[in-house]
T-cell receptor, first 113, second 116 residues
Framework: ETGVTQTPRHLVMGMTNKKSLKCEQH?????MYWYKQSAKKPLELMFV???????ENNSVPSRFSPECPNSSHLFLHLHTLQPEDSALYLC????????????FGSGTQLSVL | AQKITQTQPGMFVQEKEAVTLDCTYD???????LFWYKQPSSGEMIFLIY??????QNATEGRYSLNFQKARKSANLVISASQLGDSAMYFC?????????????FGTGTKLQVIP
């Protein structure tokens, strides 16, 4: 069993659809993150949750709505997305501390038509 | 200014040879950490190696070593004895304080291809 699991692996949606991405970590970590990875661009940090509390929202449009019901689960709710939102969405978790390393899931490849 | 710069979009290396992937960084925070991650075609980002800004010695993890030159603000990854399974994207990242939070910033990556 991998440490960080993301579902679905692939998602195709229309601009009027509503969908959710799910992330679950089995590592007992306290922090969870959403990153967006677009072609030829650095990974962009979207949201950070520490102990279920959102500690960072990196100027993400409101059509992306995160939810963290507990330290092990993280969701990203999507609605009325744009084609430029097509990307790989990566979830990560970490224990905490200045030298903490991130543990990533395999990502959800999202295509918005 | 870019916080993390990886100037090599792509690299080729012969199997069993060593390769160096470049990374330079920019921060005013005296306490920071540098990371390298590997991303195979499956998509998952895999942690490889970490270097703290106050660490006196270069970090090593098996075939991976980090050539840390603090004055030049560079943190190059050296992979020795390349294997076919090393073919992947490699990302340099830095954790520092920015805007009151610890943040991890990633570079644009280097695609490494190992040739048999």
């Amino acid at each position: 069993e991998t440490g960080v699991t993301q579902t679905p692996r692939h998602l195709v949606m229309g601009m009027t659809n509503k969908k959710s991405l799910k992330c679950e970590q089995h590592l007992g970590h306290n922090a969870m993150y959403w990153y967006k990875q677009s072609a030829k661009k650095p990974l962009e940090l979207m949201f950070v949750y520490n102990f279920k509390e959102q500690t960072e929202n990196n100027s993400v449009p409101s059509r992306f709505s995160p939810e963290c019901p507990n330290s092990s689960h993280l969701f990203l709710h999507l609605h009325t997305l744009q084609p430029e939102d097509s990307a790989l969405y990566l979830c990560a978790s970490s224990q905490g501390g200045s030298n903490e390393k991130l543990f990533f899931g395999s990502g959800t490849q999202l295509s918005v038509l | 200014a870019q916080k993390i710069t990886q100037t090599q979009p792509g690299m080729f290396v012969q199997e069993k040879e060593a390769v160096t992937l470049d990374c330079t960084y920019d921060t005013s925070d005296p306490s920071y950490g540098l990371f390298w991650y590997k991303q195979p075609s499956s998509g998952e980002m895999i942690f490889l190696i970490y270097q703290g800004s106050y660490d006196q010695q270069n970090a090593t993890e098996g075939r991976y070593s980090l050539n840390f030159q603090k004055a030049r603000k560079s943190a190059n990854l050296v992979i020795s004895a390349s294997q076919l399974g090393d073919s992947a994207m490699y990302f340099c990242a830095m954790r520092d304080y920015s805007g009151g939070y610890q943040k991890v910033t990633f570079g644009t990556g280097t695609k490494l291809q190992v040739i048999p």
